[in-house]
């Protein structure tokens, strides 16, 4: 459950950021998506970065 929890958690963080359609992200993506978009980058280039 805590791993369910931290998975709703990254993708509320995701939102909140402004990375939009976030649902089908993995974990891995979902961080190195916020960690793009708090060093500067676009919200959806992060996004279709992390995505590859």
Not at 17 to 41: D, F, P, Y
Request: net charge positive; hydrophobic share 25%.
């Amino acid at each position: 459950m805590a791993d369910r929890e931290k998975l709703h958690d990254l993708r509320q963080q995701a939102h909140n950021a402004g990375i939009e359609g976030n649902s089908k992200m993995t974990e891995g993506q979902l961080r190195q998506a916020l960690n793009k978009v708090s060093k500067g980058t676009n919200p959806q280039e992060a996004k279709r970065q992390a995505k590859g």
